[in-house]
Nanobody
Framework: QVQLVESGGGLVQAGGSLRLSCAAS?????????MGWFRQAPGKEREFVAV????????NYADSVKGRFTISRDIAKNTVSLQMNSLKPEDTAVYYC?????????WGQGTQVTVSS
């Protein structure tokens, strides 16, 4: 059974930084999976934040986080991270880790990020 477990969320002041991590388990390796981060703010739909290719050589970001967030992965450790800098109150949301390979798609339980003004 594939499991994705996020960590690293919390409360931070505007302009601060947080680093989210996602640990994947249930497969010998996740090297073929595209890994990503999504977020959902109260009263809003879940939205794309960032994605990284199976090799780690290609990344893509939502316009709202470009230049502030960096996604990375450690294939050997089956982890994916999201470094978030210059955080804004509008970044407040539950952040979800996502793993996708062909028709397979998995989600973590989410971690709360709250940015105070």
């Amino acid at each position: 059974q594939v499991q994705l477990v996020e960590s690293g969320g919390g409360l931070v002041q505007a302009g601060g930084s947080l680093r989210l991590s996602c640990a994947a388990s249930g497969r010998r390796t996740f090297s073929s999976y595209v890994m990503g981060w999504f977020r959902q703010a109260p009263g809003k739909e879940r939205e794309f934040v960032a994605v990284i290719s199976w090799s780690g050589g290609s990344t893509n970001y939502a316009d709202s986080v470009k230049g502030r967030f960096t996604i990375s992965r450690d294939i050997a450790k089956n982890t994916v991270s999201l470094q978030m800098n210059s955080l804004k109150p509008e970044d407040t949301a539950v952040y979800y880790c996502n793993a996708k390979y062909g028709p397979e798609e998995y989600w973590g339980q989410g971690t709360q990020v709250t940015v105070s003004s």
